[in-house]
Protein backbone atom coordinates (compact mmCIF):
# COMPACT_ATOMS: atom_id res chain seq x y z
CA UNK A 1 0.00 0.00 0.00
CA UNK A 2 1.24 3.52 -1.37
CA UNK A 3 1.58 6.49 1.26
CA UNK A 4 0.14 9.41 0.54
CA UNK A 5 2.47 12.21 -0.43
CA UNK A 6 2.17 14.83 2.51
CA UNK A 7 1.39 18.53 1.74
CA UNK A 8 1.73 21.08 3.86
CA UNK A 9 -1.24 24.50 3.49
CA UNK A 10 -0.17 27.32 4.99
CA UNK A 11 -2.59 30.43 4.95
CA UNK A 12 -4.68 32.63 7.42
CA UNK A 13 -7.44 33.16 5.52
CA UNK A 14 -9.85 30.51 6.57
CA UNK A 15 -11.84 30.13 3.65
CA UNK A 16 -8.94 29.94 1.06
CA UNK A 17 -7.01 27.52 3.08
CA UNK A 18 -10.27 25.01 3.30
CA UNK A 19 -10.44 25.15 -0.02
CA UNK A 20 -7.11 24.56 -0.95
CA UNK A 21 -7.37 21.49 1.28
CA UNK A 22 -10.21 19.94 -0.05
CA UNK A 23 -9.04 20.10 -3.14
CA UNK A 24 -5.90 18.34 -2.64
CA UNK A 25 -7.18 16.03 -0.30
CA UNK A 26 -10.15 15.18 -3.27
CA UNK A 27 -6.61 14.68 -5.61
CA UNK A 28 -5.29 11.91 -2.95
CA UNK A 29 -2.84 14.11 -1.08
CA UNK A 30 -2.30 13.74 2.94
CA UNK A 31 -2.89 17.41 3.96
CA UNK A 32 -1.73 19.49 6.92
CA UNK A 33 -2.52 22.89 7.60
CA UNK A 34 -0.47 25.96 8.96
CA UNK A 35 -1.97 29.66 10.12
CA UNK A 36 1.11 31.02 9.98
CA UNK A 37 4.97 31.45 9.26
CA UNK A 38 6.34 30.42 12.28
CA UNK A 39 4.23 26.92 12.58
CA UNK A 40 5.28 26.20 9.21
CA UNK A 41 8.61 25.85 9.72
CA UNK A 42 8.19 24.11 12.82
CA UNK A 43 5.83 21.45 10.47
CA UNK A 44 8.86 20.97 8.28
CA UNK A 45 11.07 20.06 10.40
CA UNK A 46 8.89 17.48 12.27
CA UNK A 47 7.34 15.94 9.50
CA UNK A 48 8.63 14.65 5.82
CA UNK A 49 6.59 16.90 3.77
CA UNK A 50 6.80 16.75 0.55
CA UNK A 51 5.78 19.86 -1.14
CA UNK A 52 4.59 23.20 0.82
CA UNK A 53 1.87 25.02 -0.37
CA UNK A 54 2.70 28.41 1.26
CA UNK A 55 0.65 31.84 0.74
CA UNK A 56 2.98 35.32 0.58
CA UNK A 57 0.97 37.25 2.98
CA UNK A 58 1.31 35.68 6.59
CA UNK A 59 0.62 37.45 9.68
CA UNK A 60 3.69 36.77 11.59
CA UNK A 61 6.79 36.15 8.90
CA UNK A 62 6.19 36.93 5.04
CA UNK A 63 6.21 33.85 3.05
CA UNK A 64 9.03 34.69 0.84
CA UNK A 65 11.15 34.99 3.89
CA UNK A 66 10.13 31.10 4.76
CA UNK A 67 10.58 30.18 1.50
CA UNK A 68 14.06 31.02 2.29
CA UNK A 69 14.34 29.45 5.14
CA UNK A 70 13.32 26.05 4.16
CA UNK A 71 15.74 26.07 1.43
CA UNK A 72 18.51 27.07 3.52
CA UNK A 73 17.79 24.41 5.72
CA UNK A 74 19.89 21.07 4.79
CA UNK A 75 17.46 19.23 6.31
CA UNK A 76 14.68 20.82 4.13
CA UNK A 77 16.06 22.22 1.30
CA UNK A 78 14.96 19.65 -1.04
CA UNK A 79 11.25 20.62 0.02
CA UNK A 80 9.34 22.04 -2.95
CA UNK A 81 7.77 25.21 -2.29
CA UNK A 82 4.28 26.20 -4.32
CA UNK A 83 3.63 30.34 -3.66
CA UNK A 84 0.78 31.19 -4.08
CA UNK A 85 -1.10 34.84 -3.52
CA UNK A 86 -4.35 36.75 -3.88
CA UNK A 87 -2.93 40.65 -3.93
CA UNK A 88 1.11 40.07 -5.06
CA UNK A 89 0.49 38.65 -8.77
CA UNK A 90 2.03 40.90 -10.82
CA UNK A 91 5.48 40.24 -12.85
CA UNK A 92 7.74 41.50 -9.91
CA UNK A 93 5.70 40.08 -7.26
CA UNK A 94 6.38 36.05 -9.22
CA UNK A 95 10.30 37.07 -9.90
CA UNK A 96 10.80 37.97 -6.43
CA UNK A 97 9.27 34.69 -5.03
CA UNK A 98 10.94 32.68 -7.45
CA UNK A 99 14.46 33.71 -7.02
CA UNK A 100 13.77 33.24 -2.98
CA UNK A 101 13.67 29.79 -3.76
CA UNK A 102 9.78 29.05 -4.55
CA UNK A 103 9.80 26.55 -6.92
CA UNK A 104 6.85 27.65 -8.49
CA UNK A 105 4.67 30.80 -8.13
CA UNK A 106 0.72 31.07 -8.55
CA UNK A 107 -1.41 34.10 -8.49
CA UNK A 108 -5.30 33.47 -7.00
CA UNK A 109 -7.83 33.07 -8.15
CA UNK A 110 -6.75 29.95 -9.11
CA UNK A 111 -8.59 26.85 -10.54
CA UNK A 112 -8.65 23.39 -9.00
CA UNK A 113 -7.36 21.64 -12.18
CA UNK A 114 -4.84 24.32 -12.18
CA UNK A 115 -3.63 23.52 -8.71
CA UNK A 116 -3.83 19.98 -8.96
CA UNK A 117 -1.77 20.05 -12.43
CA UNK A 118 0.99 22.45 -11.15
CA UNK A 119 1.61 19.90 -7.65
CA UNK A 120 1.93 17.02 -9.54
CA UNK A 121 4.31 18.72 -11.86
CA UNK A 122 6.54 19.83 -9.18
CA UNK A 123 6.24 15.63 -7.50
CA UNK A 124 7.61 14.71 -11.33
CA UNK A 125 10.06 16.91 -11.24
CA UNK A 126 11.12 16.17 -7.91
CA UNK A 127 10.95 11.90 -8.83
CA UNK A 128 13.03 12.86 -11.42
CA UNK A 129 15.51 14.95 -9.62
CA UNK A 130 15.79 12.30 -6.89
CA UNK A 131 16.83 9.56 -9.41
CA UNK A 132 19.19 11.46 -10.75
CA UNK A 133 20.46 12.02 -7.39
CA UNK A 134 20.48 8.50 -6.22
CA UNK A 135 21.97 7.39 -9.99
CA UNK A 136 24.49 9.98 -9.23
CA UNK A 137 25.19 8.98 -5.42
CA UNK A 138 25.48 5.22 -6.80
CA UNK A 139 27.81 6.28 -9.39
CA UNK A 140 29.94 8.08 -6.62
CA UNK A 141 30.16 5.25 -4.22
CA UNK A 142 31.18 2.80 -7.29
CA UNK A 143 33.66 4.84 -8.75
CA UNK A 144 35.45 5.51 -5.29
CA UNK A 145 35.26 2.60 -3.76
CA UNK A 146 36.74 0.18 -6.45
CA UNK A 147 40.52 -0.51 -7.26
CA UNK A 148 40.00 0.36 -11.31
CA UNK A 149 40.36 3.77 -12.39
CA UNK A 150 37.52 5.53 -13.69
CA UNK A 151 37.65 8.23 -16.24
CA UNK A 152 35.30 10.08 -18.57
CA UNK A 153 36.01 12.67 -20.91
CA UNK A 154 34.53 14.93 -23.41
CA UNK A 155 34.53 14.30 -27.48
CA UNK A 156 36.29 15.37 -29.63
CA UNK A 157 37.80 18.03 -27.23
CA UNK A 158 38.90 14.97 -25.02
CA UNK A 159 38.50 17.53 -22.19
CA UNK A 160 38.78 15.47 -18.55
CA UNK A 161 35.11 15.70 -17.14
CA UNK A 162 35.97 12.94 -14.26
CA UNK A 163 38.49 10.40 -12.74
CA UNK A 164 38.34 8.15 -9.69
CA UNK A 165 40.34 8.71 -6.40
CA UNK A 166 42.00 5.52 -8.01
CA UNK A 167 44.16 7.20 -10.06
CA UNK A 168 46.02 8.70 -7.32
CA UNK A 169 46.63 5.09 -5.82
CA UNK A 170 47.16 3.27 -9.57
CA UNK A 171 49.58 6.11 -10.98
CA UNK A 172 51.12 7.81 -7.92
CA UNK A 173 50.16 11.31 -9.07
CA UNK A 174 46.76 13.60 -7.59
CA UNK A 175 43.81 14.09 -9.29
CA UNK A 176 44.62 17.38 -9.09
CA UNK A 177 47.23 17.59 -10.93
CA UNK A 178 45.47 15.82 -13.45
CA UNK A 179 42.57 18.74 -13.53
CA UNK A 180 45.28 21.01 -14.54
CA UNK A 181 47.05 18.72 -17.04
CA UNK A 182 45.01 16.58 -18.26
CA UNK A 183 47.04 15.05 -20.88
CA UNK A 184 49.38 14.25 -17.97
CA UNK A 185 48.59 10.88 -17.82
CA UNK A 186 50.18 10.36 -20.49
CA UNK A 187 53.70 11.47 -19.43
CA UNK A 188 53.31 8.38 -17.00
CA UNK A 189 53.25 5.77 -19.78
CA UNK A 190 56.64 3.41 -19.94
CA UNK A 191 58.66 5.29 -23.24
CA UNK A 192 58.64 2.19 -25.28
CA UNK A 193 54.53 2.10 -25.13
CA UNK A 194 53.80 5.65 -24.90
CA UNK A 195 53.74 5.92 -28.78
CA UNK A 196 51.13 3.68 -29.77
CA UNK A 197 49.48 4.71 -26.96
CA UNK A 198 49.32 7.95 -27.90
CA UNK A 199 48.21 7.15 -31.37
CA UNK A 200 45.11 5.12 -29.89
CA UNK A 201 44.01 8.12 -28.16
CA UNK A 202 44.56 10.70 -30.73
CA UNK A 203 42.18 8.30 -32.67
CA UNK A 204 39.22 8.07 -30.48
CA UNK A 205 37.06 10.22 -32.69
CA UNK A 206 37.30 7.72 -35.08
CA UNK A 207 37.90 4.38 -33.31
CA UNK A 208 36.30 5.32 -29.72
CA UNK A 209 36.81 2.23 -28.23
CA UNK A 210 39.63 0.00 -26.84
CA UNK A 211 41.66 -2.67 -25.22
CA UNK A 212 45.13 -2.55 -24.83
CA UNK A 213 47.68 -3.18 -21.66
CA UNK A 214 50.68 -1.16 -21.63
CA UNK A 215 53.28 -0.09 -18.99
CA UNK A 216 53.19 3.04 -16.36
CA UNK A 217 56.36 4.13 -14.79
CA UNK A 218 55.47 5.84 -10.96
CA UNK A 219 57.50 8.62 -9.71
CA UNK A 220 59.82 6.19 -8.17
CA UNK A 221 60.41 4.71 -10.68
CA UNK A 222 58.64 1.27 -10.14
CA UNK A 223 56.46 -0.18 -13.22
CA UNK A 224 53.13 -1.03 -13.60
CA UNK A 225 51.05 -2.93 -16.18
CA UNK A 226 47.54 -1.57 -16.54
CA UNK A 227 44.65 -3.31 -18.38
CA UNK A 228 43.21 -0.12 -20.37
CA UNK A 229 39.18 -0.18 -21.84
CA UNK A 230 37.20 2.74 -23.52
CA UNK A 231 33.96 3.13 -24.52
CA UNK A 232 31.64 5.38 -26.23
CA UNK A 233 28.85 7.07 -24.65
CA UNK A 234 26.34 7.94 -26.97
CA UNK A 235 23.55 10.66 -26.87
CA UNK A 236 20.18 10.70 -27.95
CA UNK A 237 21.15 11.52 -31.74
CA UNK A 238 23.35 7.89 -31.29
CA UNK A 239 26.18 10.56 -31.78
CA UNK A 240 29.59 10.01 -29.68
CA UNK A 241 29.78 12.80 -26.76
CA UNK A 242 31.92 11.46 -24.02
CA UNK A 243 34.33 8.17 -23.98
CA UNK A 244 34.33 6.39 -20.34
CA UNK A 245 37.94 4.25 -19.22
CA UNK A 246 38.18 1.62 -17.43
CA UNK A 247 42.18 1.03 -16.26
CA UNK A 248 43.11 -1.87 -13.84
CA UNK A 249 46.30 -2.39 -12.69
CA UNK A 250 47.82 -6.02 -13.55
CA UNK A 251 51.22 -6.28 -12.25
CA UNK A 252 50.14 -8.90 -10.18
CA UNK A 253 48.43 -11.20 -13.13
CA UNK A 254 51.68 -10.21 -15.57
CA UNK A 255 54.05 -11.64 -12.55
CA UNK A 256 52.20 -14.64 -12.37
CA UNK A 257 51.98 -15.27 -16.01
CA UNK A 258 55.56 -14.53 -16.28
CA UNK A 259 55.81 -17.41 -13.54
CA UNK A 260 53.92 -20.13 -15.15
CA UNK A 261 55.60 -19.52 -18.44
CA UNK A 262 59.06 -19.55 -16.20
CA UNK A 263 56.81 -22.61 -14.78
CA UNK A 264 55.73 -24.52 -18.03
CA UNK A 265 59.76 -23.72 -19.40
CA UNK A 266 61.35 -25.65 -16.85
CA UNK A 267 58.26 -28.62 -16.89
CA UNK A 268 59.12 -28.47 -20.51
CA UNK A 269 62.69 -28.95 -19.64
CA UNK A 270 62.36 -31.99 -16.80
CA UNK A 271 60.50 -33.54 -19.07
CA UNK A 272 63.02 -33.76 -21.46
CA UNK A 273 65.96 -34.16 -19.01
CA UNK A 274 63.43 -36.93 -17.75
CA UNK A 275 63.28 -38.79 -20.85
CA UNK A 276 67.30 -38.48 -21.31
CA UNK A 277 68.26 -39.54 -17.99
CA UNK A 278 65.68 -42.60 -18.09
CA UNK A 279 67.36 -43.87 -21.39
CA UNK A 280 70.93 -43.29 -21.12
CA UNK A 281 71.26 -46.32 -18.67
CA UNK A 282 69.08 -48.83 -20.62
CA UNK A 283 72.31 -48.47 -23.29
CA UNK A 284 74.65 -49.82 -21.38
CA UNK A 285 72.19 -51.80 -18.91
CA UNK A 286 71.30 -53.87 -22.67
CA UNK A 287 75.03 -54.15 -23.66
CA UNK A 288 75.94 -55.60 -20.53
CA UNK A 289 73.20 -57.72 -20.46
CA UNK A 290 74.07 -59.04 -23.92
CA UNK A 291 78.10 -59.39 -22.20
CA UNK A 292 76.63 -62.10 -19.35
CA UNK A 293 75.96 -64.68 -22.22
CA UNK A 294 79.58 -64.09 -23.63
CA UNK A 295 81.91 -67.60 -23.78
CA UNK A 296 85.70 -68.00 -24.72
CA UNK A 297 88.47 -66.27 -23.52
CA UNK A 298 87.91 -63.09 -21.57
CA UNK A 299 84.82 -63.83 -21.26
CA UNK A 300 84.95 -63.90 -17.13
CA UNK A 301 86.35 -60.46 -17.08
CA UNK A 302 83.84 -59.27 -19.78
CA UNK A 303 80.66 -60.55 -17.71
CA UNK A 304 82.49 -58.68 -14.40
CA UNK A 305 82.72 -55.71 -16.05
CA UNK A 306 78.90 -56.31 -17.15
CA UNK A 307 77.74 -56.93 -13.77
CA UNK A 308 79.46 -53.68 -12.83
CA UNK A 309 78.03 -51.85 -15.60
CA UNK A 310 74.42 -52.77 -14.25
CA UNK A 311 74.84 -52.19 -10.76
CA UNK A 312 76.15 -48.95 -11.24
CA UNK A 313 73.36 -47.97 -14.06
CA UNK A 314 70.40 -49.46 -11.63
CA UNK A 315 71.74 -47.17 -8.87
CA UNK A 316 71.28 -44.26 -11.30
CA UNK A 317 68.06 -45.08 -12.04
CA UNK A 318 66.87 -45.90 -8.22
CA UNK A 319 68.39 -42.90 -7.70
CA UNK A 320 66.21 -40.85 -10.34
CA UNK A 321 63.02 -42.52 -8.59
CA UNK A 322 63.83 -41.98 -5.29
CA UNK A 323 64.13 -38.06 -5.76
CA UNK A 324 60.70 -37.87 -7.67
CA UNK A 325 58.78 -39.93 -4.83
CA UNK A 326 60.87 -37.43 -2.10
CA UNK A 327 59.64 -34.58 -4.07
CA UNK A 328 55.99 -36.10 -4.31
CA UNK A 329 55.53 -37.06 -0.34
CA UNK A 330 57.20 -33.79 0.55
CA UNK A 331 54.88 -31.94 -1.80
CA UNK A 332 51.63 -33.66 -0.51
CA UNK A 333 53.12 -33.59 2.96
CA UNK A 334 53.39 -37.24 3.51
CA UNK A 335 57.54 -37.39 4.38
CA UNK A 336 57.79 -38.20 7.74
CA UNK A 337 61.55 -37.66 9.67
CA UNK A 338 62.02 -40.31 11.97
CA UNK A 339 64.27 -37.73 14.40
CA UNK A 340 66.86 -38.98 16.64
CA UNK A 341 69.97 -37.55 18.21
CA UNK A 342 72.37 -37.23 15.11
CA UNK A 343 75.96 -36.95 15.24
CA UNK A 344 76.87 -34.61 12.18
CA UNK A 345 80.35 -36.29 12.58
CA UNK A 346 79.29 -39.02 11.40
CA UNK A 347 76.64 -37.28 8.67
CA UNK A 348 79.44 -35.48 6.86
CA UNK A 349 81.06 -39.11 6.74
CA UNK A 350 77.96 -40.64 5.52
CA UNK A 351 78.18 -37.75 2.80
CA UNK A 352 81.84 -38.01 1.80
CA UNK A 353 81.24 -41.72 1.51
CA UNK A 354 78.46 -41.74 -1.14
CA UNK A 355 80.10 -38.49 -3.11
CA UNK A 356 83.38 -40.22 -2.61
CA UNK A 357 83.33 -42.37 -6.29
CA UNK A 358 82.56 -38.88 -8.13
CA UNK A 359 85.19 -37.22 -6.27
CA UNK A 360 87.65 -39.69 -6.92
CA UNK A 361 86.29 -40.03 -10.64
CA UNK A 362 87.12 -36.23 -11.63
CA UNK A 363 90.22 -36.21 -9.70
CA UNK A 364 88.97 -33.57 -7.19
CA UNK A 365 90.97 -32.10 -3.63
CA UNK A 366 88.15 -32.56 -0.98
CA UNK A 367 89.22 -30.71 2.39
CA UNK A 368 86.88 -30.83 5.62
CA UNK A 369 87.39 -28.57 8.34
CA UNK A 370 85.89 -29.48 11.55
CA UNK A 371 85.51 -28.48 15.27
CA UNK A 372 87.22 -30.58 17.93
CA UNK A 373 84.07 -30.68 19.43
CA UNK A 374 80.99 -33.33 18.30
CA UNK A 375 78.05 -31.68 17.34
CA UNK A 376 74.75 -32.99 17.87
CA UNK A 377 71.36 -32.04 16.22
CA UNK A 378 67.98 -33.55 16.26
CA UNK A 379 67.02 -35.02 13.06
CA UNK A 380 66.65 -37.50 10.66
CA UNK A 381 70.09 -39.22 10.39
CA UNK A 382 69.36 -41.04 6.30
CA UNK A 383 67.64 -37.23 5.25
CA UNK A 384 70.71 -35.42 6.50
CA UNK A 385 72.96 -37.19 5.17
CA UNK A 386 70.86 -37.37 2.13
CA UNK A 387 70.97 -33.83 1.90
CA UNK A 388 74.96 -33.20 2.56
CA UNK A 389 75.22 -36.10 0.14
CA UNK A 390 73.43 -34.11 -2.35
CA UNK A 391 75.17 -30.77 -2.07
CA UNK A 392 78.62 -32.39 -2.44
CA UNK A 393 77.58 -34.71 -5.60
CA UNK A 394 76.72 -31.02 -6.65
CA UNK A 395 80.16 -29.74 -6.00
CA UNK A 396 81.94 -32.56 -7.79
CA UNK A 397 79.38 -32.49 -10.92
CA UNK A 398 79.60 -28.97 -11.39
CA UNK A 399 83.51 -28.58 -10.69
CA UNK A 400 85.84 -29.43 -13.75
CA UNK A 401 88.42 -32.19 -13.14
CA UNK A 402 91.06 -31.34 -10.81
CA UNK A 403 89.41 -29.07 -9.06
CA UNK A 404 88.91 -28.01 -5.12
CA UNK A 405 86.08 -28.65 -2.81
CA UNK A 406 86.33 -27.26 0.73
CA UNK A 407 83.49 -28.69 3.63
CA UNK A 408 83.93 -26.37 6.65
CA UNK A 409 81.72 -26.87 9.83
CA UNK A 410 81.42 -23.87 12.64
CA UNK A 411 79.56 -23.61 15.31
CA UNK A 412 77.60 -20.14 15.90
CA UNK A 413 75.98 -20.10 19.23
CA UNK A 414 72.84 -22.35 18.91
CA UNK A 415 73.49 -23.24 15.12
CA UNK A 416 76.17 -24.87 13.44
CA UNK A 417 76.54 -23.94 9.92
CA UNK A 418 78.54 -26.41 7.10
CA UNK A 419 79.61 -24.47 4.00
CA UNK A 420 80.40 -26.50 1.29
CA UNK A 421 82.35 -24.47 -0.86
CA UNK A 422 83.88 -25.39 -4.77
CA UNK A 423 85.99 -23.67 -7.55
CA UNK A 424 83.97 -24.77 -10.49
CA UNK A 425 81.21 -22.72 -12.92
CA UNK A 426 79.58 -21.05 -10.37
CA UNK A 427 76.50 -19.38 -10.28
CA UNK A 428 74.82 -16.46 -12.49
CA UNK A 429 73.69 -13.32 -10.02
CA UNK A 430 70.12 -13.94 -11.94
CA UNK A 431 69.81 -17.35 -11.41
CA UNK A 432 70.80 -16.87 -7.69
CA UNK A 433 67.24 -16.52 -6.63
CA UNK A 434 65.57 -19.44 -8.62
CA UNK A 435 68.79 -21.85 -7.78
CA UNK A 436 66.34 -23.45 -5.22
CA UNK A 437 63.00 -23.89 -7.78
CA UNK A 438 61.99 -27.17 -8.78
CA UNK A 439 63.57 -28.50 -12.04
CA UNK A 440 65.40 -26.05 -12.21
CA UNK A 441 69.12 -27.21 -14.07
CA UNK A 442 71.95 -25.21 -14.03
CA UNK A 443 75.15 -25.27 -17.09
CA UNK A 444 77.50 -28.03 -16.66
CA UNK A 445 81.16 -27.84 -17.01
CA UNK A 446 82.23 -28.87 -20.71
CA UNK A 447 84.06 -32.02 -19.85
CA UNK A 448 80.51 -33.01 -17.89
CA UNK A 449 77.33 -34.33 -19.97
CA UNK A 450 73.99 -32.83 -18.58
CA UNK A 451 73.03 -35.48 -15.85
CA UNK A 452 70.33 -35.00 -12.84
CA UNK A 453 66.35 -33.68 -12.72
CA UNK A 454 67.12 -30.46 -11.57
CA UNK A 455 65.34 -31.04 -8.37
CA UNK A 456 68.47 -32.26 -5.77
CA UNK A 457 68.74 -28.78 -4.20
CA UNK A 458 65.08 -28.23 -4.09
CA UNK A 459 64.77 -31.31 -2.28
CA UNK A 460 67.56 -29.93 0.22
CA UNK A 461 66.55 -26.90 0.53
CA UNK A 462 62.58 -28.59 2.07
CA UNK A 463 64.40 -31.68 3.75
CA UNK A 464 66.48 -29.19 6.18
CA UNK A 465 63.25 -26.98 6.20
CA UNK A 466 61.96 -29.92 8.18
CA UNK A 467 64.70 -30.03 10.07
CA UNK A 468 64.11 -26.18 11.31
CA UNK A 469 67.37 -25.29 9.63
CA UNK A 470 68.17 -23.81 6.04
CA UNK A 471 70.21 -23.41 2.78
CA UNK A 472 71.54 -20.62 1.32
CA UNK A 473 73.82 -20.33 -2.16
CA UNK A 474 76.39 -17.93 -2.82
CA UNK A 475 78.94 -17.29 -6.31
CA UNK A 476 80.76 -14.42 -7.42
CA UNK A 477 79.99 -15.01 -10.49
CA UNK A 478 80.47 -17.66 -13.42
CA UNK A 479 83.57 -19.23 -13.61
CA UNK A 480 84.24 -18.38 -9.66
CA UNK A 481 82.92 -21.19 -7.64
CA UNK A 482 79.80 -21.60 -5.59
CA UNK A 483 79.18 -22.15 -1.88
CA UNK A 484 75.80 -23.55 -0.12
CA UNK A 485 75.60 -23.27 3.57
CA UNK A 486 73.49 -25.26 5.71
CA UNK A 487 72.47 -24.02 9.07
CA UNK A 488 70.80 -26.34 11.90
CA UNK A 489 70.22 -25.75 15.09
CA UNK A 490 72.25 -27.11 17.72
CA UNK A 491 70.76 -29.97 20.61
CA UNK A 492 74.37 -30.39 22.41
CA UNK A 493 78.02 -30.29 21.96
CA UNK A 494 80.21 -33.14 23.38
CA UNK A 495 84.07 -34.33 23.26
CA UNK A 496 85.13 -36.43 20.81
CA UNK A 497 84.74 -40.15 21.77
CA UNK A 498 87.13 -43.10 20.28
CA UNK A 499 85.29 -45.32 18.13
CA UNK A 500 83.82 -48.41 19.98
CA UNK A 501 85.90 -52.03 18.78
CA UNK A 502 84.17 -53.54 15.93
CA UNK A 503 83.92 -56.82 17.42
CA UNK A 504 83.88 -59.95 15.74
CA UNK A 505 81.00 -59.07 13.76
CA UNK A 506 81.79 -61.49 10.14
CA UNK A 507 81.26 -64.52 13.02
CA UNK A 508 77.84 -63.68 13.17
CA UNK A 509 77.06 -62.89 9.80
CA UNK A 510 78.34 -66.43 9.07
CA UNK A 511 76.36 -67.90 11.25
CA UNK A 512 73.41 -66.66 9.34
CA UNK A 513 74.25 -67.59 5.95
CA UNK A 514 73.22 -70.88 4.24
CA UNK A 515 69.80 -69.72 5.89
CA UNK A 516 66.43 -70.86 3.70
CA UNK A 517 64.60 -68.05 1.49
CA UNK A 518 61.46 -68.46 0.00
CA UNK A 519 61.37 -65.63 -2.86
CA UNK A 520 57.81 -64.63 -3.76
CA UNK A 521 57.88 -62.16 -6.78
CA UNK A 522 55.38 -62.55 -10.30
CA UNK A 523 58.47 -61.11 -12.27
CA UNK A 524 60.44 -63.71 -12.82
CA UNK A 525 63.88 -62.23 -14.09
CA UNK A 526 64.28 -59.93 -11.17
CA UNK A 527 62.89 -63.17 -8.73
CA UNK A 528 65.95 -65.39 -10.57
CA UNK A 529 68.42 -62.33 -10.34
CA UNK A 530 67.99 -62.32 -6.87
CA UNK A 531 67.91 -66.04 -6.39
CA UNK A 532 71.27 -66.25 -7.79
CA UNK A 533 72.63 -63.19 -5.61
CA UNK A 534 71.59 -64.80 -2.57
CA UNK A 535 73.24 -68.44 -3.31
CA UNK A 536 76.73 -66.57 -4.08
CA UNK A 537 75.90 -65.00 -0.20
CA UNK A 538 75.68 -68.59 0.63
CA UNK A 539 71.61 -68.86 1.43
CA UNK A 540 69.34 -71.74 0.06
CA UNK A 541 67.22 -69.97 -1.97
CA UNK A 542 63.79 -71.19 -3.52
CA UNK A 543 61.42 -69.12 -6.22
CA UNK A 544 58.08 -69.53 -6.59
CA UNK A 545 55.35 -66.94 -8.96
CA UNK A 546 51.92 -67.93 -7.71
CA UNK A 547 51.06 -66.82 -4.07
CA UNK A 548 48.27 -68.75 -4.40
CA UNK A 549 49.13 -72.01 -2.55
CA UNK A 550 52.24 -69.76 -0.64
CA UNK A 551 50.87 -71.86 2.60
CA UNK A 552 51.06 -75.00 1.69
CA UNK A 553 54.82 -74.49 -0.04
CA UNK A 554 55.67 -72.38 3.24
CA UNK A 555 54.81 -75.64 4.87
CA UNK A 556 56.52 -78.08 2.53
CA UNK A 557 59.91 -76.20 2.40
CA UNK A 558 59.70 -75.05 6.05
CA UNK A 559 61.56 -71.83 5.25
CA UNK A 560 63.86 -69.24 7.42
CA UNK A 561 62.86 -66.13 5.87
CA UNK A 562 59.92 -65.35 2.96
CA UNK A 563 60.81 -62.41 0.45
CA UNK A 564 57.54 -61.28 -0.35
CA UNK A 565 56.25 -59.11 -3.55
CA UNK A 566 53.03 -57.02 -2.52
CA UNK A 567 51.73 -56.37 -5.64
CA UNK A 568 50.74 -59.52 -6.92
CA UNK A 569 48.27 -60.12 -9.57
CA UNK A 570 45.05 -61.06 -8.34
CA UNK A 571 46.46 -61.65 -4.52
CA UNK A 572 46.84 -59.00 -2.09
CA UNK A 573 49.81 -59.55 -0.26
CA UNK A 574 49.04 -58.08 3.00
CA UNK A 575 46.36 -60.70 3.32
CA UNK A 576 49.28 -63.66 2.21
CA UNK A 577 51.30 -61.67 5.19
CA UNK A 578 48.09 -62.54 7.14
CA UNK A 579 47.53 -65.81 6.23
CA UNK A 580 50.91 -66.99 7.24
CA UNK A 581 51.68 -65.23 10.67
CA UNK A 582 47.96 -66.76 11.20
CA UNK A 583 49.62 -70.51 10.90
CA UNK A 584 50.23 -71.85 14.29
CA UNK A 585 53.61 -73.69 12.17
CA UNK A 586 54.69 -70.71 10.23
CA UNK A 587 54.19 -67.89 12.84
CA UNK A 588 58.53 -67.84 13.19
CA UNK A 589 58.97 -67.24 10.10
CA UNK A 590 60.67 -63.93 9.21
CA UNK A 591 58.58 -61.90 6.70
CA UNK A 592 60.39 -59.39 4.07
CA UNK A 593 58.32 -57.24 2.05
CA UNK A 594 60.09 -56.21 -1.69
CA UNK A 595 58.10 -53.83 -3.44
CA UNK A 596 57.65 -50.52 -5.67
CA UNK A 597 55.64 -48.87 -2.51
CA UNK A 598 57.93 -47.20 -0.31
CA UNK A 599 55.90 -44.39 1.55
CA UNK A 600 55.38 -44.03 5.32
CA UNK A 601 51.74 -45.33 4.91
CA UNK A 602 53.09 -48.25 2.88
CA UNK A 603 55.08 -49.22 5.67
CA UNK A 604 52.69 -48.97 7.93
CA UNK A 605 50.37 -51.15 6.18
CA UNK A 606 52.91 -53.56 5.96
CA UNK A 607 54.09 -53.70 9.87
CA UNK A 608 50.41 -54.13 10.36
CA UNK A 609 49.99 -56.84 8.29
CA UNK A 610 53.01 -59.01 9.98
CA UNK A 611 55.86 -57.59 7.80
CA UNK A 612 59.45 -57.96 9.98
CA UNK A 613 61.18 -55.49 7.25
CA UNK A 614 60.43 -53.65 4.49
CA UNK A 615 62.47 -53.14 1.49
CA UNK A 616 61.94 -51.09 -1.96
CA UNK A 617 62.59 -52.27 -5.23
CA UNK A 618 65.68 -52.00 -6.14
CA UNK A 619 66.57 -53.15 -2.67
CA UNK A 620 70.70 -52.42 -2.06
CA UNK A 621 72.49 -55.68 -1.41
CA UNK A 622 73.45 -54.54 2.15
CA UNK A 623 70.05 -53.44 3.36
CA UNK A 624 68.84 -57.13 1.88
CA UNK A 625 71.38 -59.09 3.77
CA UNK A 626 70.47 -57.06 7.13
CA UNK A 627 66.37 -57.64 6.40
CA UNK A 628 67.09 -61.01 5.51
CA UNK A 629 69.30 -61.74 9.18
CA UNK A 630 66.69 -59.71 11.48
Known sequence: MTTPTLILNVDDNDGARYAKTRILQSAGFEVMEATNGTDALVAVKRRAIALVLLDVKLPDINGIEVCRRIKADPDSALVLVLQTSAALTGRADKIRGLEGGADNYLAAPIEADELIANVNALLRMRQTQNALRDSEERFRQLTENIEDVFWMFSVPARALEYVSPAYARNWGRSAESLEREPGSWLDAVHPEDRAWVEGMWRGLQEHPHYEAEFRIVLDDGSTRWVRDRLFPVRDARDEVYRVARVTSDITRRKEMESLLRAADSNKNEFLATLAHELRNPLSPIRNAAALLGASGAGAAEHQARAREVITRQVDHLAHLVDDLLDVARISEGKIALRKEEVDMNGVIAQAIETAGPLIAARAHHLEVI???????????????????????????????KGGHIRVEVKLDGDLVRIAVRDNGIGIAEDNLPRIFGMFTQAAVPPDRAPEGLGIGLSLVSRLLEMHGGHLTASSPGIGMGSTFTVELPVLRTSAPQDPAPAGNADAGQAEQKGRRVLLVDDNVDAMEMMAFLLAEMGYEAHTTADAADIVELALAQQPDVIVLDIGLPNVDGYEVARMIKRHPALQSIRLVAHTGYGSPEDRRKAQEAGFDAHLVKPAELDDLEKALQG
Not at 383 to 395: C, I, P, T, V
Open 370 to 400: QPERQIWVSGDPVRLAQSMGNLLHNAAKFTP
